[in-house]
Each structure stands twice: as C-alpha cells, then as structure tokens.
C-alpha cells in the first residue's frame, strides 16, 4: 500500500521563557529552551496513537524522512513509515533533539541570551532527567495526555527508563532497546577517552571556539572509539578482515589496513554533523545517568502500570545482556507487566539500528496489543 | 519446549483456580497461558527461551522473558505466584532438583510434567530392540534430544518423599486418556500437582 506522508518539516518549540526558566536537576536554571523535533504520521482524534521515539548519543530529530521526496533518510528509517514497524498509517511518531544536542536544540552551540555569544562551556550541566523533563514539555504542548508508548535504544533507551519512572502515568508502554539502570565503570571510562581527545585538541581552547577553528581532530578520535564500541569482534571481522587499500600510503602510520580508513572516514564525517562540546555534555549525561542512585531495585518501577517490552542483543558488549536482564529483574520485583527478548545478533551495540527484521517484528506485534487494550490481566 | 498435549493442558486448566497468579515455565508459544488468561482470568508469566516462541508470544500480548528457567527464577520473590508451571521442560532443564526447589519457593502450588521413560513401550524397545526408546511421548532420536533427563513416574514419586515434597493430586496419561492402573507400565506422561 502506498501512503504519502503529509508534507512535514522540522519544527521548533520553544518553552521556559525567562523569568520562567527550566530548573535543572542541578538546580541550575535554563531558559529559553528550544526543541527541535519531527511528527511523520497523524495524531488521532482521541490523541492516543502517539509514540514518542528517543535518539542516541549522537541522532537527531530526524528519525525518518519526512515525506516520500525526502532526500534525507533518518536514523531510524528502516523503523519508521507507512506499514514498517512503527505504522505511520496507524501511529504519530514524534522524535526531539535532546537538551543539550547541537542538531536545533538548545545546546552549548546556542546563542547564550545573556551574552549574545554561543554558551560554550557555560552551558549548565543537564542530565537524561532534564532531557525527559524538556520532552515532556513538548509532549504536553503538543496536547498529548498519555503516550501509547516511548521507544529508545542506547541512551534513548535511559530516557525510555527515565519516562517510566518519573512520568509512569503519561505513557501506556515502555520498549528500552540495548540499555542499562546505571552507566558503568567500563562505559564512563571509554566515554571519558572520547572527552579527553576533545579537551586535548589546542583548537578546544576551553570550550570557546566558536567563530574559530573547531577542534574537528579530537572530536574524530572520539568518535572512532565510539565506533569501536559499537561493533563487535565478529562484525569487525565480517566488515574489514585484515584487507589493505590497494593504492600506496603516504607515510609509514597513515591508515593502511580497511577497519584504519572505516574509522577516520566516521571520525571526519562526523565532525561535519556534530558540535564537540555537545559531545561532551551529552557523554557526561549519560554517565550521571543512575536509576537505582539510592533506591532498591525493587522500588524503582513499583506502581507502574505500563507494558514493558525490554530488547537485548547477544552480542552487544558495551551494553552486555546482563544489563538489560537487571532492567527485567526490576521489572519483575515490581510486579510490571514486562516482556523480555534477546535478539541473537552479531553486529554488538550497533545491532539496535541493523536488526531490523527481528525489531520490526517485536515492537510491531507488541504495540499493536498495547493499542487493543490486550495483556495478561 | 513446545510439546503440548490437549489432555495435559485440560488437567492444568482443572487445577488452577479463577483469578490465581501463574508463572509458566517453558511456556512455548503461550498456548496454554492465552488460555488460563481466557477462561480462568489468570494474570500470568512466562519463561521461554526459543526465539520464535517468545515472538509469538509477545504477539499475543503475554508477558514473557526470554531467558534459561535454570537461572530465571532468582528474581521472584518467595511464594510471588499462586502457580508455577512446569510441563514437559523439567526433564529438559540442567539442574531439575534445583528448578523444582526453586520453584517451590517462588510459587504456592508446582504442577509438573514430564514424559515416562519406563512406559511399556519403551522398555519394549530397549529390552528387545535395544535401542534408546522413540515414542510418540519421548519423539527424540538420542543426538538431537532437548530431554537432558530420562525418569520414570515411580523414580519422581521416590523422589518426592526422600525431599519430603507433598504431592496434592497426580494424574498419569497415555494418548488422550487418564490411567489408573500401573501408571508406571502403562502411562505414557505423569502430571503432578505438589504443595510448597
């Protein structure tokens, strides 16, 4: 069936206008903020076919193209159109830049309303609770009581985690795709490599680097060991082996062997694409990020009355199962009507944006007895 | 893990009370629990480890986790479900004796399954063939088996009595029929209901 998406954009909303600014979790104040975000199918008479879709680190606004001559697919465009897994026919997807992003959000690039300059590093520290609590905002600008469901994976998988506890009234299901309760020592630590590379660049210059050269090298070496996280030893193998390039390399340590040039042609990609100090605010996010922080793991979903649907990758070793088995254990102490799948996969954490099929079928089929009213009870 | 007998799932159905919590260990594509939630209005869990049986089971709307019921226990607390179900997978799982005592202690009620490996027609097979027994109960040839464990209904029974496990009700099955005679010859499935 074919279904032409109504013409779309990016759209812009605006909240927390001084002297009514956000309160940041550090009790900081933040305001204006803007969201960037994106609609592709139609919200219903009753307002109940609404999804709201997070992105990871580094995604964006724009999850799908936004019409059928859209030039630009989204990130998660396999996921999202008429009859895919997320049914535009059937669903309103809406997907946000985060607080914090530097993809039309309000972020560290933004113009500070103070100074009339770019924040740079005064930009106030934000935490997946101030990312939730700004997608709130928009979700209730947008007129939406309750949110047929929050998809995410990776850090949008946090956030998913983050709506199920502080707002467990605003949605009727949860699906956190390949994440964790709490970030840990392994993941602050390849986190804190990335920021490093950054803060090592001279053209870093504290954060201030605006109108100047951007500290473009530091932020590819993050971003290549992002990359190697994100894949496993058996894709690596599959993708790369030990191939060379074929023509001659200008000096002895330039890169030579196929996996060499994959990581630079992703570093200097996304250089283009993304600010370096929203690289590091979103990274620190992600590493404050503690569900459990002081709480039982017991307490932490109790009362909760939406279907959960929790998904996994064998092969994932930044964000291993034994994780997602913990969300699961939270899930089950608390008495939440939760589901479990671990996706046998080969392609390790990338493996949330690649398996399509398997996906497809799991959050299609679940959200589909979410809309009919159907679960165990 | 997706052996299901109309006559086994009938007797299970007889057993769990209206309204009762269940948890179905090795609940295959969610048959019997889509059932339970339908007539007897269960709210009910399941484990299972089978890829397409999980889909099927989200499919329908069940919650299932996807994990080895040797170790997926640990998480429910003490006496967490009225039943727990454990049809045609305690002969399959590593460590049974640990599977049942867990069980026991996550649920106020066990029912458990499991085919006779000393139905005649298996001894038949071993005694004059001898070979290991295929049967319509136990269909497995001995390389591509998911039977871990090899028991018989008087071995289980023995069982229970040196653990001091009390067995409430017992039903022995060949076919689509009940047997009330020499079960351990002449039944080809034994379903046993015991007490925590």
């Known amino acids: 069936m074919k279904t032409i998406l109504e013409k ?35 919200l219903n008479e009753q307002k109940s ?20 001559q859209d030039p630009t697919p989204g990130w998660w465009d396999s996921m999202i159109g008429p009859g ?28 500070n309303p103070k100074t009339g300059k770019p924040y740079g590093t005064d ?55 390949a994440t964790t309760l709490k970030h840990t020592p392994q993941q602050i630590a390849f986190n804190e490599v990335g920021r490093q590379a950054i803060m090592a660049d001279p053209n870093w210059r504290k954060g201030h680097y605006y109108g100047s050269a951007l500290p473009a090298k530091g932020l590819a070496v993050a971003r290549m060991i992002g990359h190697i996280t994100y894949m496993s030893d058996t894709s690596m193998a599959e993708k790369f082996g030990r191939r060379v390039k074929s023509d001659k390399v200008p000096h002895k340590f330039a890169a030579e062997f196929e996996v060499e040039g994959y990581l630079s042609y992703r570093g200097d990609n996304f250089v283009k694409r993304f600010d370096a100090n929203s690289y590091l605010y979103i990274t620190k996010a992600i590493d404050y990020f503690n569900l459990l922080n002081g709480h039982s793991i017991s307490d932490i979903f109790k009362g909760l009355k939406a279907k959960v649907l929790v998904i996994a990758f064998k092969s994932d070793w930044l964000y291993p199962t034994y994780q997602s088995q913990d969300i699961v254990k939270a899930l089950k102490l608390a008495g939440v009507d939760a589901s479990y799948c671990e996706i046998n996969s080969t392609y390790g954490h990338d493996a949330f944006l690649l398996e399509v099929e398997e996906e497809t079928d799991l959050i299609k089929h679940f959200l589909n007895t979410v809309a009919n009213g159907k679960n165990g009870d | 893990m997706t052996h299901s ?93 640990l599977v049942l005592r867990e069980a026991l202690r996550v649920g106020k009620k066990v029912i458990v399954g499991f085919p006779n490996f000393c139905y005649i027609t298996d001894r038949f097979q071993i005694f004059f063939r001898g070979r290991v027994p295929v049967t319509p109960s136990l269909p497995y040839e001995w390389f591509d088996t998911p039977n871990l464990h090899f028991l018989s209904i008087a071995d289980f029974q023995e069982y229970c009595k040196k ?5 409430e009700k017992s039903v022995f099955i060949r076919g689509n029929t009940k047997v009330r005679f020499f079960p351990n010859l002449l039944a080809e499935a034994g379903l046993f209901l015991l007490l925590s």
């Open chain 1, 8 to 42: 779309n954009e990016t759209k812009y909303f605006t909240f927390a206008q001084p002297p009514d600014e956000l309160i940041l979790e550090s009790g900081e104040k933040l305001g204006p903020i803007t969201l960037a975000y994106e609609t592709y199918g139609r």
């Open chain 1, 49 to 68: 076919n609404a999804v709201l879709v997070i992105h990871a680190l580094s995604g964006d606004a724009h999850a799908a193209k936004l019409s059928e």
């Open chain 1, 84 to 111: 895919k897994g997320l049914d535009t026919n059937k669903y309103f997807v809406i997907c946000s830049n985060v607080l914090g992003g530097c993809q039309g959000s309000t972020g560290p690039s933004s113009i």
């Open chain 1, 123 to 177: 930009f106030p520290i934000v935490t997946m609770g101030d990312m939730v609590n700004s997608q709130r905002q928009l979700i209730d600008h947008l007129g939406i009581d309750k949110l047929l469901s929050v998809i995410g994976g990776s850090m949008g998988g946090m956030q998913a985690l983050h709506w199920m506890v502080s707002y467990p009234d605003r949605i009727r299901s949860a699906i956190p795709i």
């Open chain 2, 5 to 97: 007998n109309k006559i086994e799932n009938e007797l299970i159905m007889e057993w769990i009370s209206e309204g009762s919590t269940v948890l179905d260990l090795g609940c295959g594509n969610g048959e019997l629990l889509s059932q339970l939630i339908e007539e007897k209005h269960v709210r009910a869990q399941g484990i299972e480890l089978s890829d397409e049986a999980i889909h099927r089971c989200v499919a329908r709307g069940l919650s299932v986790f996807q994990e080895d019921i040797d170790s997926g226990l640990a998480a429910y607390g003490d006496k967490s479900f009225d039943n727990v179900i454990l049809n045609q997978t305690f002969q399959q799982v590593k460590k049974p004796d």
């Open chain 2, 163 to 167: 653990r001091d496990f009390q067995i």
